[in-house]
């Protein structure tokens, strides 16, 4: 997967675990990812949410045969963060042929809980 030219390379994440029904990745908190009044952006924790549910549920199908798009997404904002790294943990909640729901929460170096997320993918065929 040719990750150059993607938000994921713009915003910084990095996957750091790659298995079955499960991702977690990294992203820093700093300029490409604050909002004006130096927080970290709710938009970028949501991208940060749909990034490892989209890799995740990717390893799940037949790459050649199917792709997955996301069909929804929210997300709880719980506590704030300045700087540093935030870390996004995704498992599957659910896998059928058409759809898959995935857990996100998004942690601070204390593990701290900065973002609930759930996000909903469809499975479409090529």
């Known amino acids: 997967m040719d990750l150059q ?3 994921i390379e713009t915003l ?3 996957i750091t675990t ?3 029904g499960k991702v977690i ?12 009044f130096g927080l970290l952006h709710g ?9 490892v549910a989209s890799i995740g549920a990717y390893h799940l199908v ?12 929210n997300a709880n904002h719980i506590r704030g963060k300045k700087d540093g790294i935030v870390t996004a ?12 729901v995935w857990d996100i929460k998004i942690v601070d170096e204390e593990e701290k809980l900065i973002c ?8 479409i065929d090529l």
């Open 12 to 14: 910084g994440m990095e």
């Open 89 to 100: 943990i995704a498992t599957v909640l659910h896998s059928g042929r058409k759809t898959m």
């Open 25 to 36: 990745a990294t992203m820093p908190v700093d300029g490409r990812t604050r909002q004006p």
């Open 116 to 123: 609930i997320s759930r996000c909903t993918m469809a499975v």
């Open 5 to 7: 030219g993607t938000l």
């Open 62 to 73: 037949d790459q050649e045969k199917q792709a997955v798009v996301g069909l929804e997404i």
């Open 43 to 51: 938009g970028a924790s949501v991208a940060l949410a749909e990034t």
């Open 18 to 20: 790659l298995e079955e």
